[in-house]
Structures are given as structure tokens and as C-alpha cells.
């Protein structure tokens, strides 16, 4: 299998080289290589495995071509009397955000397989594709590509440990995959690999199992557990069901302050400690935490 990224040269020099032959046979109904087609004419890709786009860097895109115009035509193949777009979905939602009837192309031969791993390898240049969404990309490829998937990971530049890590998500509960859906961002490949280990471990109770996981996840939806600790939460809830113990686990949560980690608030059923890196403070703002954290102290003693 070639990278896609040989595929996308192989099939621009085939593309020229038509072009260059219909001229010299005089022909008028041929595919140009670049054109300018009406946007109305453009279908969205059934492959896009990107969820969100962020509106902003589309109107900040926006401003960009409306400066210096399009640096790079977005791609399309022809479908009918349509146009199905293959990569460039940020460039053409700019265009549609200036009210452009039109925008520049390059028409690319490619068959459902050639557009299935374009769109995917487009999309993973981009830093901001969550792992989910890589997931949706994949798993929407051809049955034959998904086979091998030593070569499909390497087609598209990735090893076959992540590769597999992605396709765990196919083995998640449907009320996990609906979340999913509308909030991509909320696990991550190596959480979602747990989580399938996790569900294996118990495939022999699942029902349990499942139901555990779901609790868990309700606690994650409201941010009292991380995603690295999702499956271990499950679990704890799986044992406490069957042994009808309390829950001893721990929430840990980061204190983010100018883009950067200066500590964290760890808590229990029965214990709640905050750790603060001491560098980012000074004596009076020691002093300062200290009465805070006993005017909250005798607060909370005058509402019992």
C-alpha cells in the first residue's frame, strides 16, 4: 500500500496528464485540473471524521483569504454532476462565511477507498483531531483497508499500537459513544484501551460491568474523575457492588493557573488535601490561603 501522501501525487500527475492530452486532441469535455466551481455545487465529504469545527479559525481563515486570497485550492472529485470535497473543509466553510459563490479546485480521479484515506490523512496533519474523531476515520474506511492494519498504519504515518488504541473505541457502549458524539474530546485513545480491557476483564458479568462503567462515567460528564482514571473507578464501583463496601477512591482535581499546572485538589469520602507548588507564592499570600481556608472552615461548622 503507498502513503497517501504518494497516492495524492500519483493521482495529480494522472489528473495532468489527461488534461494535457484532451488539449492536444482538441477535446472540450474534459476535467481541467484546477477550476473554479460554484459552491453550491460542493457536497461535504461522508467521510469527514472531524466533529467540531471552532468558528472562530474559520472566520480567522476568512480573514486571511479575504487579504491574500486562497494559497491552496481545496480538493474535489467529480460525483455525477456534483462535486464531493475530499480535503479542505476549513477552506470552504471560510469561503461560505464570505458569502463566495465561488472557489478554486483541483478534480482528482479517485475511487471510495482513494477518498476515504485522503480525507482521514488530511485531517490527521491537523494537531486539534481529537482521538475519537481519528476513530470515526478509520473505522469509516473499507472493510480490505482496514485488514491490514500494519499497512494501513503506516500508510498513514502512525504506529500499530496506536492504530489498535483507536479501534478501541468500537468496543465502548453506546451511551458512552452518543456523549461522544456531541463532546469528542472527553477520552482519549489510551483511556478508551482501558476501558476496553476493562470490559473484557468482566465480559463473563458484562451486564454489571457495563452498568459500573456507566456510573463512572457520570462522575467524568461532571468532572469528580479523569479520563486516565475512568476504567480503575469502574471497577471499584464493580467490587463495591459485589462486596457492598463503600467506594475508597480518591478525586483529583488540576489547578490550572496562566496555562499551566501549580498544583492540585485531592479529595475522599473522608479527607480533602490541596497541594500547591510553594514557588508560587509568597509569605502573604500564605497568610492570605490560611484565613480563607478557616472563614470557609467556620462556615461550613455554622450551617451543621
Do not use: C
Not at 472531524?50 to 472529485?77: C, H, M, W, Y
Not at 468496543?171 to 477520552?187: C, N, S, V
Amino acid at each position: 500500500m503507498v502513503s497517501t501522501k504518494e497516492l495524492l501525487a500519483q493521482r495529480l500527475q494522472q489528473n495532468t496528464q489527461k488534461h494535457q492530452q484532451a488539449q492536444k486532441e482538441h477535446v472540450n469535455d474534459v476535467k481541467e485540473l484546477r477550476r473554479n466551481v460554484q459552491i453550491t455545487d460542493i457536497q461535504p465529504s461522508p467521510n469527514q471524521p472531524r466533529k467540531i469545527f471552532n468558528q472562530q479559525d474559520i472566520e480567522d481563515l476568512a480573514t486571511s483569504i479575504e487579504e491574500i486570497g486562497l494559497l491552496q485550492p481545496i480538493a474535489v472529485r467529480r460525483v455525477h454532476d456534483k462535486y464531493e470535497l475530499i480535503a479542505g473543509e476549513r477552506r470552504l466553510r471560510a469561503h461560505q462565511f464570505l458569502n463566495k459563490n465561488t472557489i478554486e479546485v483541483i478534480v482528482i480521479d479517485a475511487s471510495d477507498e482513494d477518498v476515504a484515506l485522503l480525507t482521514l490523512a488530511e485531517n490527521l496533519k491537523r494537531e486539534d483531531l481529537t482521538d475519537y474523531e481519528i476513530y470515526i476515520g478509520l473505522s469509516g474506511l473499507n472493510e480490505k483497508l482496514k485488514k491490514n492494519k500494519q499497512k494501513l498504519a503506516k500508510s498513514l504515518g502512525m504506529n500499530r499500537e496506536d492504530m489498535y488504541k483507536y479501534l478501541s473505541f468500537e468496543k465502548l457502549p453506546k451511551e458512552l459513544l452518543d456523549d461522544l458524539e456531541q463532546q469528542p474530546a472527553l477520552l482519549a485513545r489510551t483511556a478508551a484501551t482501558a476501558v476496553k480491557k476493562f470490559l473484557s476483564d468482566y465480559e463473563e458479568n458484562y451486564s454489571n460491568a457495563k452498568a459500573a462503567l456507566i456510573e463512572a462515567w457520570s462522575k467524568l460528564l461532571k468532572k469528580e474523575v479523569e479520563q486516565s482514571k475512568l476504567a480503575l473507578l469502574a471497577e471499584k464501583i464493580l467490587k463495591s457492588q459485589e462486596t457492598k463496601e463503600p467506594i475508597k477512591t480518591s478525586i483529583v482535581h488540576k489547578i490550572e493557573y496562566d496555562g499551566k499546572v501549580a498544583g492540585n485538589i485531592k479529595f475522599d469520602h473522608n479527607t480533602l488535601k490541596i497541594s500547591l507548588k510553594i514557588s508560587e507564592f509568597e509569605d502573604q499570600n500564605l497568610q492570605e490561603l490560611e484565613i480563607l481556608l478557616k472563614k470557609m472552615l467556620m462556615q461550613a461548622k455554622e450551617k451543621v
